[in-house]
């Protein structure tokens, strides 16, 4: 079935179409969410939050893009919101349990690459880690990272670049290994 | 190749299992998805169900005072308005329950008939305000309350500006409840739900509370209400 047959029918209020929609896409949205926030049960409800918003405005969607995008535009959205509403959370809590600081973990320094990599990805900025994750890890283009972000192609390369730098930075005493 | 590039395609192969996901848990999150689309179209029709309900009583009330004024000019004496009448109604004590009988005995003057047309349209008033002040009461004391509440507000501060500005405001009492009930109109028709906000619900609730606003809507409500011989005049 063609996306604008398939958008037309759930307009219409067809069952069928919905699920169809939903199957066509929810993959890629979770897998995005879990990379993002690392938790099964926050992944789910961004995934559930991005499909309930995508039903309620699919009306508002006029076709200028494919609905891939459209419904990534809305699941980033989402993700970032519930990556803001944690870290909020996270300092409440830290300010009332008098804990130390978040952030930076303790890390020895006989931890491999691979770990410290993926601590040092923890530690980006969200919008940095929304990007790298994206391209590096879950394949996307520029062209699709700058749709669903909002933001100019060139934008998605500079701040990949940045991410990239960061990362460098984090795992210089790994750069003599690679020379 | 520079060392960044071979780093980067280290970096790139060591972050293709960051947070590895696990398969999709597809249904269990579509059957989440139906229940939540079922559940809000649940509160949006009971949220238009009290949109329309609050609008059916705004629209009574408007219809109420529109004929409480026209009664009130069509029978006052040229040159002169109710303020000469209420004078005579409200002199007799400050009290609500003074000013709701002086009408009574005064029903044979067009100005009396004036000012009870005001004042069943003041205490019709004043009981959709109890109404609504107590289920907003009810709402605020579980946190549940939500926008809905905004529009019956600015209705009901609309009507209650109108009859300030009526000569049923000449009795200081109805004056006084009328001033009251326009403050916490105000605030709850301010009211939004941003978190930076929520303190206002305790705040519009103790105001309530402090100025014993229910308790003077009630009585005024009971006491206000023209006798049978009054309503006849309408």
């Known amino acids: ?179 | 190749m520079s060392s960044d590039d071979r780093l980067d395609e280290r970096i790139r192969a060591a972050a293709s299992d960051y947070r590895e996901p696990p398969e999709t848990p597809r249904e269990a999150m579509w059957e989440r998805i139906q229940a939540a689309r079922a559940g809000r179209e649940l509160r949006e029709a009971a949220a238009r169900r009290r949109r329309g309900r609050w609008m059916r009583r705004g629209i009574g009330i408007a219809a109420v005072l529109v004929a409480g004024i026209a009664i009130g000019r069509l029978s006052s004496p040229a040159g002169s308005r109710a303020p000469q009448v209420a004078t005579t109604a409200s002199g007799s004590g400050a009290g609500g329950a003074a000013a709701g009988r002086a009408p009574a005995s005064a029903a044979g003057t067009t100005g009396s008939r004036a000012l009870v047309a005001y004042r069943v349209a003041a205490a019709e008033h004043l009981g959709r305000v109890e109404a609504f002040l107590t289920l907003f009461r009810r709402e605020a004391a579980t946190g549940r309350v939500d926008g809905d509440f905004r529009a019956p507000a600015r209705s009901l501060l609309s009507d209650t500006r109108l009859l300030q500005a009526s000569p049923a405001a000449d009795d200081p009492a109805l004056r006084a409840v009328l001033g009251d009930v326009e403050l916490v109109l105000a605030q709850i028709a301010q009211y939004t739900e941003e978190p930076s906000r929520r303190q206002d619900l305790r705040f519009i609730d103790q105001g309530m509370e402090q100025r014993g606003v229910l308790l003077e809507l009630r009585t005024m409500v009971t006491t206000a209400r023209p006798s049978g011989l009054a309503q006849g005049a309408l």
């Open chain 1, 1 to 179: 079935m063609h996306e604008p047959e398939l958008i037309e029918r759930v307009l219409a209020g067809d069952a069928a179409a919905e699920r169809t929609l939903y199957d066509a896409h929810v993959d890629r949205i979770y897998r995005l969410a879990y990379r993002m926030t690392g938790e099964d049960d926050l992944a789910q409800d961004c995934t559930q939050e991005t499909f309930l918003r995508a039903f309620e405005r699919l009306a508002e969607f006029r076709g200028d893009s494919a609905l891939g995008t459209w419904l990534h535009t809305v699941a980033t959205s989402v993700v970032l919101n519930a990556l803001r509403k944690r870290k909020r959370r996270w300092r409440r809590e830290v300010a009332m349990e008098k804990a130390g600081p978040l952030g930076r973990r303790e890390i020895g320094e006989d931890v491999g690459l691979r770990q410290r990599l993926h601590a040092a990805i923890d530690d980006l900025p969200d919008k940095y880690r929304m990007v790298f994750v994206m391209h590096e890890v879950e394949g996307y283009t520029h062209r699709e990272i700058g749709s669903a972000l909002g933001i100019e192609v060139g934008t998605s390369k500079a701040q990949l670049s940045r991410a990239r730098a960061r990362l460098r930075e984090a795992l210089a005493v790994y750069a003599g290994e690679v020379t």
